[in-house]
């Protein structure tokens, strides 16, 4: 099994495993951000760019270090590969690029965006980029779309990750949207105003990173750090049933999937669980939804201690070393 | 107990004088208190005719500013009411239609916008908030009012007017706060 060392931490990996799930098995900051690769979905990565890393060792059989920073969900571990991630100062510089990229043609409508507070590419320009766009053309500008009836595409927004493509390919019987044309003027598109209308096809919601594809049932209904997200179940034949309810008071405003830590859905759901169960008697409620707590949705989310992984006993402990000392 | 003051006074049940049981000299010298007090200036003022001068930074009645075409600058993208320590601030958001562009700047606007002005402390975090400069705390004082409905401040009192006179002025904070 090939061992790497990415910032300094070591780890065997199986063969084939690339540096960003090696990096993901470590966990902790040195993940690096992905916006285009989803663990879920075959063949998805390679596109956007942000999980660059600098392989400062080829191999132990070949030590040369790599000439560029590298995809890391693209590229496969080798014995004795050393990657730096945050302690390059290099690579951030670069990865700061990428997000710049990212942004040349995004509209920054984030107090109009549904996606706002969930947003991918907020985070990482919150976290990589500049507060300033150096960019004085004029962005690209398309029509909003309806693809269905439940589904609202706002081009502008898009990145182009591929991700809502690879679920229709991956996921939902015949595939009727994808990218059209090329360069600058790619763009997702249905065939010739076709609607995508099948029992998956929610799903292409909860994978896009920014808010190009939003709920239409959700749209401007509230802001996402209004609502109270809770775990909740049904019983469903077509899918897992097992959802995230976001909550206003009684009403289900949204319901979408469950997500992990790196964003991306435990389990696929189906549209009737999306769209359609919006009562709250249709679910069976678990408790609240765990939400990071550098999140704006954490703001005003209270969960029980169990939750939160927090052990009162411990820091009672701490707490009274400290007062004795 | 050691006394937290000096001002304290132990009581004593003694027998009072002719001069005390009468009470006249000590009502005497009260109403004298009480005439001295008519001829000195007066610590109160005649609000509303009178005010006092502010400090030009005064925060106070907030406003919904508009655009120089007359458009809404808000959007409802609730930063205001996240930022709001008092939660305040509550709003819905609506869809603008076509031909309503003129009405609102962005496709998104406030339907309904609400400040609980008895919850609001006038910190100015929402408009620190704002990222369309949409709100602003003016020097204008929240009127009193009988009934605690009537503090809650909709997008009536709160949006300024299309017309050129009817704009509120903010610019008189944000000059201050330059020369700061």
Not at chain 1, 48 to 67: A, F, L, N, W, Y
Not at chain 1, 100 to 129: K, M, R, T, V
Not at chain 1, 145 to 154: A, E, P, S, T, V
Request: net charge positive; aromatic share 6%; charged share 30%.
């Amino acid at each position: 099994m090939p061992k790497v060392t990415i910032d300094g931490h070591t780890i065997e990996v199986p063969e084939g495993t690339t540096i960003l799930n090696a990096a993901r098995m470590i966990g902790g900051d040195i993940v690096p951000p992905a916006m285009c690769y989803y663990s879920k979905l075959a063949t998805s990565g390679g596109y956007c760019r942000t999980c660059i890393v600098q392989v400062t060792k080829g191999s132990e059989k070949d030590p040369r270090p790599m000439p560029k920073p590298v995809a890391s969900c693209r590229t496969t571990v080798m014995d004795g590969m050393e990657v730096k991630n945050i302690t390059s100062p290099e690579l951030l510089e670069a990865r700061k690029g990428v997000v710049e990229f990212l942004l040349i043609n995004h509209p920054l409508d984030c107090p109009i965006c549904d996606q706002a507070g969930e947003c991918h590419l907020q985070d990482l320009s919150y976290e990589h980029g500049l507060n300033k766009s150096r960019y004085d053309f004029k962005r690209r500008e398309f029509e909003k779309i309806d693809i269905g009836d439940k589904i609202k595409l706002h081009m502008t927004r898009c990145i182009l990750c591929y991700r809502c493509v690879k679920v229709a390919e991956q996921i939902c019987p015949g595939r009727v949207h994808g990218v059209m044309n090329r360069g600058d003027v790619a763009e997702i598109s249905t065939y010739i105003k076709n609607s995508v209308d099948n029992e998956w096809s929610g799903n292409m919601i909860d994978v896009c990173p920014v808010g190009a594809l939003t709920d239409k049932t959700f749209r401007f209904k509230s802001r996402v750090w209004f609502t109270k997200p809770m775990d909740a179940h049904r019983k469903c034949e077509t899918c897992s049933g097992k959802a995230v309810l976001w909550l206003s008071g009684d009403e289900v405003l949204r319901v979408t999937g469950r997500k992990d830590k790196y964003g991306e859905l435990e389990d696929w759901i189906c549209n009737t669980c999306r769209f359609e169960k919006k009562n709250k008697s249709d679910w069976t409620m678990e408790g609240p939804r765990h939400i990071d707590r550098h999140s704006v949705i954490s703001q005003n989310h209270y969960e029980s201690l169990k939750q939160l992984k927090i052990d009162v006993s411990k820091q009672k402990k701490i707490a009274e070393k400290a007062h004795q000392s | 107990m050691q006394a937290l003051t000096n001002r304290s006074m132990v009581v004593v049940n003694k027998k009072m004088t002719w001069m005390e049981r009468i009470y006249l000299p000590a009502i005497i010298g009260g109403l004298m208190i009480t005439i001295r007090h008519l001829f000195k200036k007066k610590v109160t003022i005649q609000y509303p005719e009178q005010e006092r001068p502010r400090s030009a930074v005064y925060r106070g009645w907030h406003v919904l500013k508009r655009d120089e075409q007359g458009r809404e600058n808000c959007t409802a993208c609730g930063l205001c009411a996240v930022a709001c320590p008092a939660e305040a601030i509550t709003m819905t958001a609506a869809e603008r239609k076509p031909g309503e562009e003129h009405l609102y700047r962005e496709e998104k606007y406030a339907s309904v916008y609400e400040i609980n002005m008895l919850r609001c402390i006038f910190c100015g975090l929402c408009e620190e908030a704002c990222p369309k400069e949409a709100i602003f705390l003016t020097d204008r004082i929240v009127p009193s009012g009988m009934l605690r409905e009537n503090f809650i401040f909709g997008k009536d009192k709160l949006v300024e007017g299309v017309e050129p006179d009817n704009r509120i002025d903010v610019s008189k904070r944000a000059r201050a706060h330059r020369t700061y």
